[in-house]
């Protein structure tokens, strides 16, 4: 039956008012009337949070790395925990595993990782080698977890130590540094490339030093954690935690890097990651049992087996976790480096970019951190 003029306008108005109703429930809820906000309705804030939260960041993926080390718990646990990646949006990570900040810092250069968690020496190096040009520092995240072990039997005070065999993972590492800076400071000489003199510096990778330390080839060494507590349970004994040599018992062993050209093209997503570090930092100073089982659950995910608990039990408490870079420490390890002959005098000038990194612990309520003087203009 064909409609009328009536029946016509009626149906035309009946589509306008359908399509409408979803504008004025929308505005409606916007105004808090829906049933959900009367019941809780959220500060301005939060729902500018919220709302931020909410957006598709400018890039789909983001590769970050990082070492199966203690010392970097803020990685394992935030991978591990889903913590980053909550505040990502949609952005997948690419989580990619490394043994030395060299290698790490090749990946930041090449093009194949946008930020990284890594020490002080490859961090000043990286900066350096590229003139300035290829990546900022924008948080800290460990401090500590370093400690000289060594065979009981063999040395027993750290005078013992002259013509002794001690590993570091790697010439010109942050332990190394750190290593070649006391053995000066004690009078002793050792050539810093070959690693000979009145102590035998052995660079060896922190995977095959306890294997090397049971089997005598080394006297002790200096590394991070968890090496140290795995030399421990294997006979040795802590001479020296590296902490004591540092006023207020800090130094960053662990920084936050970026590539310049990922935070000039992604800054949303950087500030993203710092979120999510940020709270997967206040996640584990409050939960640290349940973080050291996810830590360790991590590493088993990395390399096969969990941690012993007579190691990670020893290991996990000398690690201090902070977003605090603890910038002035990490110019005393470039001047120890320089020391050593390593590298010349360093430009650190623009090294930092907290901006982002203070930023989001403004909006967390807390302090905010120094560049002590070597930020980016």
């Known amino acids: 039956m064909p409609a009328t003029a009536s029946t016509r306008t009626a149906l035309r ?51 970050i ?5 203690l010392t970097h718990a803020t990685a394992l646990v935030g991978l591990q925990e889903g913590l980053i990646e909550k505040e990502l949006n949609g952005t997948k990570i690419k989580p990619q595993s490394f043994n030395a900040g060299p290698s790490e810092i090749e990946a930041l ?100 030093t306890p294997d090397a330390f049971k089997q005598g080839s080394i006297d002790g ?14 006979g040795g004994s802590v001479l020296l935690d590296e902490t004591a040599l540092w006023p207020d018992k800090k130094f960053v062993i662990t920084n936050i890097i970026v590539s310049q050209k990922f935070l000039k093209e992604h800054p949303d997503v950087v500030e993203a990651v710092l979120r999510g570090t940020v709270k997967t930092n206040e996640w584990i100073h409050a939960n640290q049992d349940k973080a050291k089982a996810s830590a360790n659950a991590r590493l088993e995910a990395e390399g096969g087996k969990p941690l012993d608990a007579k190691v990670i039990d020893p290991a996990w408490p000398s690690i201090a976790i902070t977003d605090d870079p603890l910038a002035a420490t990490l110019k005393t390890q470039s001047e120890w480096a320089v020391k050593a002959k390593l590298i010349e005098q360093p430009d650190l000038a623009g090294i930092y970019d907290l901006t982002l990194l203070n930023k989001v612990l403004k909006a967390a309520g807390k302090p905010e951190v120094s560049d002590a003087g070597l930020g980016a203009k």
């Open 65 to 69: 790395g990082y070492f199966p080390n």
């Open 13 to 63: 108005r009946s589509i306008v008012a359908a399509a409408a109703l979803p504008l004025l429930i929308g505005a409606l809820a916007s105004c808090g009337y829906g049933s959900e906000a009367t019941k809780d309705e959220p500060k301005a804030a939060d729902a500018a949070d919220a709302a931020d939260a909410g957006k598709k960041l400018s890039a789909s993926e983001v590769r």
């Open 221 to 234: 060494a200096w590394v991070p954690e968890p090496t140290a507590s795995k030399l421990v349970s294997d």
């Open 109 to 208: 250069n090449g093009g194949s990782l946008d930020i990284g968690f890594i020490g002080p020496s490859p961090s000043i190096n990286g900066y350096v080698k590229s003139k300035g040009s290829n990546l900022r520092i924008i948080s800290g995240s460990a401090s500590g977890g370093v400690k000289l072990v060594v065979n009981p039997d063999k040395i027993k005070t750290l005078d013992d130590l002259k013509g002794k065999k001690i590993a570091t993972p790697q010439k010109g590492n942050t332990q190394d540094v750190a290593f070649l800076n006391w053995i000066s400071e004690k009078g002793w000489k050792v050539d810093p490339e070959s690693g000979k003199g009145d102590v035998s510096v052995v660079r060896t990778d922190n995977k095959v």
